[in-house]
């Protein structure tokens, strides 16, 4: 697919529902009593896949809607054990998630997914779940992943590396135990697992970078309004402040302060940014956006920042590229294992387009210059993430950039070409 340059962004848009939130609902309304009413639900490839999951799983899951679903709870425990492996896709959300409410369930199950999936590292929750008493299994480090529940007890587990899906997976694993679960972070992470949990009825316990949870008797959830994922805007705020001329709004869109740190990190490089209209979404703070065109000035994005802005720093490294100054990002090894190796994926198809970007062992150094990139080929190797940098990039270059795998995007967010047309001038 060859990306046009682009003269600017303008007009109004909403994206498809925050991906986070959207597995959760489907997860928490699975184990919950009644029926539980999501809308705004964001689909796509990952979310599909915690659908088809919770299925294999004996859940009735009514699809009323594109974004529209109805879950039938089965109960904490009513899980039944599935013919055969559980499919979690490419998705290490469902996956890590999944896992934890299967510790409580009577049964064996296997959990895999594709190849990208199969290649990803499940010790950071076999690790957890195996000292809670869970009966672990796995192919040296990485799926396919066999549980087989037991008698759980609380643990008080620090995690090595800051990961809100590793924190999940062990505070839903404590619904099931005897005595307190508590998780201790090493920085914050996004806390939509806690939030979902506080309005399921379940008791959390917060305390600076301490989480804890107790057994549970139920959980009612009821509805969930998802507002509109902040991962999945980012491409477009980027466009908008580094296209001069743009005048862009995003609407109803999700605002958790564990999410937007891209938001802070822009600000201080100049961006022109305004938040209106703010409100909360079934507990997540939400709200509208407009972004206008600006010129940047180099920043460094600190290892406490990362947790709050992971999936946009291949974005963050592309608006630096365009700054003026020199740019890093540092503790951001969690980069090394995502969908790919971000670190040398980002820096290989930042370079394949004229932009000055260095790998280094935990982040990214960046050379900025003010001016458009000239261009290029880029490949997404199978990354949507990779995939929605290389539009960006391709919008504000001067050439256009030929995108190779640009279907990766349909994993988190179909249609999001046809929207970001709809928007932009040439």
């Not at 590793?166 to 806690?194: I, M, N, Q």
């Not at 003010?370 to 270059?397: C, E, F, Q, T, Y």
Request: charged letters at 25%; a negative charge; glycine letters at 12%.
């Amino acid at each position: 697919m060859k990306i046009e340059p682009a003269g600017s962004l303008r007009g109004h848009i909403a994206v498809p529902g925050d991906k986070s939130i959207s597995h959760r609902s489907v997860l928490f309304g699975a184990i919950g009593e009644g029926e539980t009413t999501v809308r705004g639900f964001g689909r796509s490839g990952d979310t599909e896949a915690t659908i088809a999951a919770v299925r294999a799983l004996g859940v009735t899951v009514h699809e009323d809607d594109v974004d529209a679903l109805r879950v039938e709870g089965a109960g904490l425990r009513g899980l039944r054990e599935p013919d055969g492996p559980i499919d979690c896709g490419n998705s290490g959300t469902t996956l890590r998630l999944l896992a934890g409410i299967l510790a409580g369930q009577d049964g064996r199950f296997e959990l895999t997914g594709d190849d990208s999936l199969r290649r990803r590292p499940v010790d950071r929750i076999a690790v957890p779940l195996a000292e809670m008493g869970v009966g672990v299994e796995s192919d040296e480090g990485k799926p396919p992943l066999v549980l087989e529940g037991g008698e759980l007890r609380g643990i008080r587990y620090e995690l090595p590396v800051a990961s809100a899906q590793v924190k999940s997976c062990v505070l839903l694993a404590g619904l099931y135990a005897a005595g307190r679960t508590t998780v201790v972070e090493p920085l914050p992470t996004r806390d939509h697992t806690e939030r979902m949990l506080e309005a399921a009825g379940v008791r959390v316990t917060r305390q600076q970078r301490r989480v804890s949870v107790g057994p549970a008797e139920r959980l009612v959830l009821g509805e969930v309004d998802v507002p509109g994922d902040f991962s999945a805007a980012a491409p477009f705020m980027v466009a908008a402040t580094l296209l001069p001329g743009s005048e862009l709004t995003i609407h109803d869109l999700g605002l958790n302060p564990r999410r937007t740190g891209l938001l802070d990190v822009l600000a201080r490089m100049g961006a022109r940014i305004t938040v209106f209209n703010r409100h909360l979404s079934s507990g997540e703070p939400a709200g509208d956006l407009e972004v206008r065109s600006a010129e940047l000035t180099a920043t460094t994005v600190t290892a406490e920042e990362v947790p709050l802005m992971v999936d946009e720093l291949p974005l963050f490294a592309l608006a630096a590229a365009t700054a003026r100054g020199e740019s890093r990002v540092e503790g951001a090894q969690e980069l090394r294992v995502k969908e790919t190796d971000r670190i040398e994926t980002v820096t290989s198809t930042l370079r394949g387009v004229g932009m000055r970007v260095t790998a280094r062992d935990d982040g990214l150094g960046v050379r900025g210059v003010p001016a458009r990139p000239k261009g290029g080929g880029m490949g997404s190797h199978g990354d949507h993430r990779i995939a929605m940098l290389g539009a960006v990039a391709g919008l504000v270059s001067r050439e256009g950039v030929e995108l190779q795998g640009s279907e990766a995007v349909a994993v988190s967010f179909p249609g999001f070409f046809e929207l970001l047309d709809s928007v932009t001038q040439r």
